[in-house]
Nanobody
Framework: QVQLVESGGGLVQAGGSLRLSCAAS????????MAWFRQAPGEKREFVARITYNGGRTYSDSVKGRFTIARDNAKNTMTLQMNNLKPEDTAVYYC????????????????WGQGTQVTVSS
């Protein structure tokens, strides 16, 4: 059974940058697609970005052009480079492994990390 651990969150001013990491243990990512989601207080968990084994990328409209998702299959890690952060990016960020069906729905992902808090001050 794979376990995911996120890191790299913190407090940053608007316009700043953060780099989140997701490390897997227990087994290799293999051919699984991976994704980042986020959840703000009182809000539903929402899709941020997804990357396939071969590097195919999908972004939500709200982060496109500011965030970059990447993965290192040999090291079993995934990252999210977040630039030009905005207060509305404040949330707990989760990494997850894709299972099947709708790539934008949290229910399509069957393994999650514990999350890392990102807070962007105005």
């Amino acid at each position: 059974q794979v376990q995911l651990v996120e890191s790299g969150g913190g407090l940053v001013q608007a316009g700043g940058s953060l780099r989140l990491s997701c490390a897997a243990s227990g087994r290799m990512f293999g051919a699984d697609a991976m994704a980042w989601f986020r959840q703000a207080p009182g809000e539903k968990r929402e899709f941020v970005a997804r990357i396939t084994y071969n590097g195919g990328r999908t972004y939500s409209d709200s982060v496109k052009g500011r965030f970059t998702i990447a993965r290192d299959n040999a090291k079993n890690t995934m990252t999210l480079q977040m630039n030009n952060l905005k207060p509305e990016d404040t949330a707990v960020y989760y990494c997850a492994i894709y299972n099947s069906r709708d790539i934008f729905s949290p229910s399509s992902y069957d393994t999650w990390g514990q999350g890392t808090q990102v807070t962007v001050s105005s």
